[in-house]
């Protein structure tokens, strides 16, 4: 299965919110014109049409209701009425060409578990300024500055993989891109705090898909309580580093300066919800292109000859498109390179078992994570001179 076309899947789900809330708020204009929403179908009350896009490969749920509908068409998800474009026109003029007819709108569920202070989920002057903030510290000159922790980090986990026993290729480049992202945003943190975050973070990534139901014992409840602890774990790293007055270069350091035009600075919670925004889009998301990356190079080397080759334009967009479009991008690109150079120049490996199927959690992956085992890349001696 081709990984990359079920990037637009995943677009979908984001631009489905932007233009519900379009559509929605015409019915407020002064001739209280009601929308035509388009064809399709909202599934049962509440629930929608959640389980049949969470219990199959959504390249099925979408192909049979584009089949159904066309490109354009509503449906149900996670308790958020959407209408779903499924065209890269479609893509380009909403993120694009008209970005300031819509306003980025995820579920409510999704917005707790994040922080609704996080810079995707606004726009306007709020937004531009977190942006810039962001992009700032994630430009190519700072993270010139990261590249020897990266490497460092990379070889560390490239080391842990050879004891002969099977890795979970996704778990390993999830922890690789935490790691990252905890440099990124904190420079050298204490080991306890940092496990404390991952511990906590796992939780809430766990229970980010789940089904909102706010019960003991839930993933989505677990969840819950697991984003109440980062906030206290991360109050407790902002006033440390305000009484150091040592706000340093990294991410933190550009949020705890901020100040906008008017004097105005970021509250502590704002800052809590902004660093767990960026902590989600950059773990995930990567770690799931460098589990493909080693599936494809492992099953045919030759394969890089076919990226040279450029996708049709707005059909490929990994870090997104107009004004929402990632600001860490060129952080997740180094990352990646670092890792896949010191892997293929030091290390070989093998699949364990058929990976023919793929997992949606909700990011694509091989089966089981892609069971894999390494060993180190054989020295070649020179004998020239003997």
Not at 311 to 316: G, H, K
Request: glycine residues 6%; charged residues 25%.
């Amino acid at each position: 299965m081709d990984i990359f076309s079920t990037t637009i899947v995943y677009i979908l789900l984001f631009l489905s919110a932007l233009l519900y809330y379009h559509l929605s708020k015409t019915r407020s204009r002064k001739h209280k014109l009601t929308p035509k929403l388009p064809p399709g179908s909202t599934g049962w009350p509440y629930v929608g049409e959640t389980l049949q896009l969470y219990s199959k490969d959504p390249n099925a749920f979408f192909s049979d209701k584009q089949k159904r509908y066309g490109d354009v068409f509503k449906t149900h998800i996670l308790g958020c009425p959407c209408v779903m474009l499924a065209s890269p026109e479609a893509a380009r003029f909403v993120l694009v060409t008209n970005a300031e007819l819509f306003k980025p709108t995820y579920p409510k569920s999704k917005e707790k578990m994040i922080g609704p202070a996080a810079l995707f989920f606004h726009r306007g002057e709020y937004h531009n300024h977190l942006r810039k903030l962001v992009q700032s510290s994630f430009s190519p000159e700072a993270i010139k500055k990261l590249i020897p922790g990266i490497e460092a980090i990379a070889v560390s986990i490239l080391g842990s993989w050879l004891s002969g026993q099977v890795t979970n290729t996704f778990q390993e480049m999830k922890k690789f891109s935490f790691e990252v992202g905890i440099l990124a945003i904190f420079g050298h943190l204490e080991r306890q705090q940092k496990e404390e975050l991952k511990e906590n973070y796992s939780i809430v990534d766990r229970g980010y898909n789940s089904f909102p139901t706010n019960l003991p014992g839930t993933a989505y409840h677990k969840a819950l309580m697991a984003r109440r602890r980062l906030s206290r774990i991360l109050g407790e790293i902002i006033c440390k580093r305000k009484e150091k007055k040592l706000l340093g270069n990294d991410l933190l350091g550009h949020l705890l300066n901020f100040k906008d035009e008017k004097g105005r600075t970021l509250s502590d919670d704002q800052v809590a919800d902004n660093i767990i925004g960026v902590l989600f889009a950059a773990q995930d998301t990567t770690a799931s292109a460098l589990t493909w990356i080693i599936k494809y190079i492992g099953d045919d080397p030759k394969l890089l000859e076919a990226v040279k080759v450029a996708p049709r334009p707005n059909t490929y967009m990994p870090f997104g498109n107009g004004s929402h479009s990632c600001p860490g991008n060129e952080l997740a690109k180094l990352e990646m390179l670092i890792l896949i150079h010191h892997l293929v120049n030091k290390l070989r490996w093998e699949v364990v078992g058929s990976q023919d199927m793929v997992q949606y959690s909700p990011f694509p992956v091989p089966h089981n994570g892609l069971p894999v085992r390494f060993w180190k890349e054989p020295e070649i001696k020179d004998i020239s001179s003997h």
